[in-house]
């Protein structure tokens, strides 16, 4: 009886929970299918309206800037394709990284690591002056690579394959060895299948990390065609109703990568376990 | 010359620890040899060292003819089966036997004939498909053998790979290892620390204490002629008994008896060592034994008692003798069967 009453309020207790992150996102996806004039008027609205279709098609074809080169449309691909470097970049070097660090015999190697684990303090706000200026040497400045490049290396990336390398048994390489496998076979036939859950997890970590930048695409980019969702989100005028819109599909990416990878991420789980 | 020649190899820690000191050993093509030893005397150091995955310090390894101190594994075609099977867990069981082929350029073709023979050797067939981690013990220590065995290495390196399983298991696993080593043929070294494995399995048997080869030969040799005081207690299932004594002109005293013409020159301080097994009851024996324990094994009874100083005193007689505890023991040694070891060394002296 306790345990039925017990179970039921941790269920209650979620709830609570789940409402208090969805309301405001549903007042707002409401909202936005509505007209301006009723938002001006009346306020968030709880119900659904009849202006859906109109306000986001207008939204996605909605041309921004001060010289109108950049479309909703080109804002999400610009996102999506930083997002994805960033995410793509950061687990390589990081799996690399940690792979030199726990196999090779690198002098210094605990040393070494909690160096770039003290990167960690070093945000890029702070550093941002000799970023731009090492970008803007390289003429990075106002491309994709600009964006993604000084965001992609990530120390808690790093750690957390680093501490699972350290678990993996001494005894799996010496076999592997014995096996022929080299230096580079090792970790592909092994440290990358081995890790593939936590590549998973770190990717969309590191997806929704890149997805959400917002100074540094800002200083970076002095194009309008670089412009990316998160930016727009500020940038962007119009009515209200297609600001909530536009908030709404900004959204939906990184939503949507976890709900693709997280399949493969629970899988992932099941199968190594 | 021998197959395998290691020629006064010796491994020194960064730290300073050495752990095998000058070791000097040759194993013949197609032996089966055993290194045994308590833990930590450097026998899986020596092992790994013939892999390859130690560093020599010193000396020289020679396999079929080649100096390996600096070949590295990958290529001293040397096959080695770990304590935990190190089985590549995301691979299922077809994939660890061929992971090796595959590195080594063969063909798919070859490759699946290759496995399915070593697996239907095995008799792990129908679990070609399953992961490591749907085995049961005695199936993962089968494809950790079947990986060893598909690549036909020049040599199979064993560290101490039963001491994962249960009793029965290990004793139907040893006799299989033996088994497959007759039938395949390959020159194997067999790490352990369980004295019966290397009694059963090996053609010959070293002895390993302390970074050195106490002693090597066939286990029989060892066990009938045991040239220190450690190999004497080393081998043998109940452990020898050890009295202290004094020997002079060939006459040993000890705890309450005399021994008479032992072989031997050397006078002093000795330790008399006397196998359980090597005694049996009569009227006036040497030995007066007073009944402690007794355990009751069925084939055999293991009478443990007191003589006058010494404790523990163990004495093994047919299990159909029935003895009570607290009664007393008269008992002789059969046919000379004792040991006398210099006390100060532990060196046998007679």
């Given amino acids: ?273 | 010359m021998s197959f395998l020649e290691l020629n006064k190899v010796t491994k020194i820690y960064p730290n300073g620890t050495k752990a095998v000191h000058e070791t000097s050993m040759n194993v013949e093509n197609g032996e089966f040899m055993v290194f045994v030893g308590p833990s930590g005397c450097g026998k899986s150091t020596l092992l790994r060292m013939i892999a390859g995955l130690e560093d020599i310090t010193e000396g020289n390894i020679n396999l079929d003819g080649i100096l390996i101190n600096k070949v590295d594994p990958s290529e001293r075609d040397i096959a080695m089966v770990f304590q935990n099977y190190a089985l590549y867990p995301h691979m299922n069981v077809y994939n660890n036997l061929a992971y090796g082929l595959k590195n080594r350029g063969i063909s798919k073709e070859d490759i699946e004939k290759k496995v399915n023979e070593a697996a239907k050797l095995l008799q792990i067939s129908e679990y070609l498909q399953r992961k490591p981690s749907m085995l049961s013990g005695g199936q993962r220590q089968r494809v950790a053998m079947g990986r060893a065995i598909v690549r036909s290495p020049k040599i199979f390196l064993f560290d101490e790979p039963l001491s994962n399983l249960d009793a029965k298991l290990r004793i139907q696993m040893r006799l299989e290892i033996k088994k497959l080593q007759q039938k395949v043929g390959v020159t194997s070294i067999f790490v352990t620390h369980d004295q019966v494995e290397a009694m059963t399995l090996a053609d010959r048997l070293a002895v390993i204490n302390n970074g050195l080869i106490e002693q090597l030969g066939t286990p029989i040799e060892i066990y009938n002629n045991p040239k220190s005081m450690f190999v004497a207690g080393f081998i043998g299932s109940p452990q020898m008994n050890f009295l202290e004594g004094e020997l002079k002109n060939k006459t040993l005293t000890s705890e309450g008896f005399e021994i008479n013409n032992v072989t031997s020159d050397f006078n002093g301080p000795v330790i008399l060592g006397i196998r359980p097994e090597h005694m049996s009851q009569t009227d006036k024996g040497l030995i007066n034994l007073s009944v402690d324990l007794v355990e009751q094994l069925g084939s055999d009874n293991l009478i443990y008692g007191e003589i006058k100083n010494k404790k523990d005193f163990c004495f093994r007689c047919p299990g159909s003798q029935i003895i009570k505890k607290g009664s007393k023991l008269s008992l002789n040694i059969n046919d000379n069967n004792y040991y006398v070891f210099d006390k100060s060394n532990g060196n046998r002296v007679n």
């Fill in chain 1, 1 to 273: 009886m306790i345990r039925y009453f017990s179970s039921n309020f941790s269920h209650l207790i979620l709830l609570i929970g789940i409402f208090i992150m969805i309301i405001p996102v549903w007042l707002i996806f409401a909202s936005s299918t509505h007209t301006a004039s009723i938002i001006n008027t009346q306020g968030l609205q709880f119900f659904l309206g009849d202006k859906f279709l109109e306000n986001y098609t207008k939204v996605l074809l909605y041309e921004g800037g001060f010289f109108k080169e950049i479309t909703a449309l080109k804002m999400f691909l610009n996102s999506f394709l930083m997002a994805t470097g960033v995410a793509f970049l950061s687990v390589i070097s990081s799996l690399m990284t940690a792979y030199v660090l726990v196999y090779f015999r690198v002098k210094y190697a605990t040393l070494l690591f909690w160096i770039i684990f003290i990167t960690i303090l070093v945000p890029l706000e702070l550093r941002i002056f000799p970023t731009y200026s090492v970008m803007s040497t390289l003429n990075l400045v106002n491309s994709y690579w600009g964006l993604i490049i000084p965001i992609s290396a990530s120390a808690i990336a790093t750690l957390f394959f680093r501490q699972f390398y350290k678990t993996i048994p001494d005894e799996l390489l010496e076999s592997a060895k014995l096996d022929g496998a080299n230096t580079w076979r090792f970790f592909i036939d092994f440290l990358v299948p081995l890790s593939k859950t936590m590549i998973v997890a770190m990717f969309i970590f590191m997806f929704v990390f890149g997805y959400n930048q917002y100074l540094w695409p800002i200083l970076v980019t002095s194009s309008e065609q670089y412009w990316t969702v998160v930016m727009g989100l500020k940038m962007m005028s119009g009515s209200i109703v297609n600001k909530f819109a536009f908030v709404i599909m900004s959204m939906i990416p990184p939503v949507l990568i976890i709900i693709v990878l997280q399949k493969y991420f629970i899988k992932g789980i099941f199968q190594d376990k």
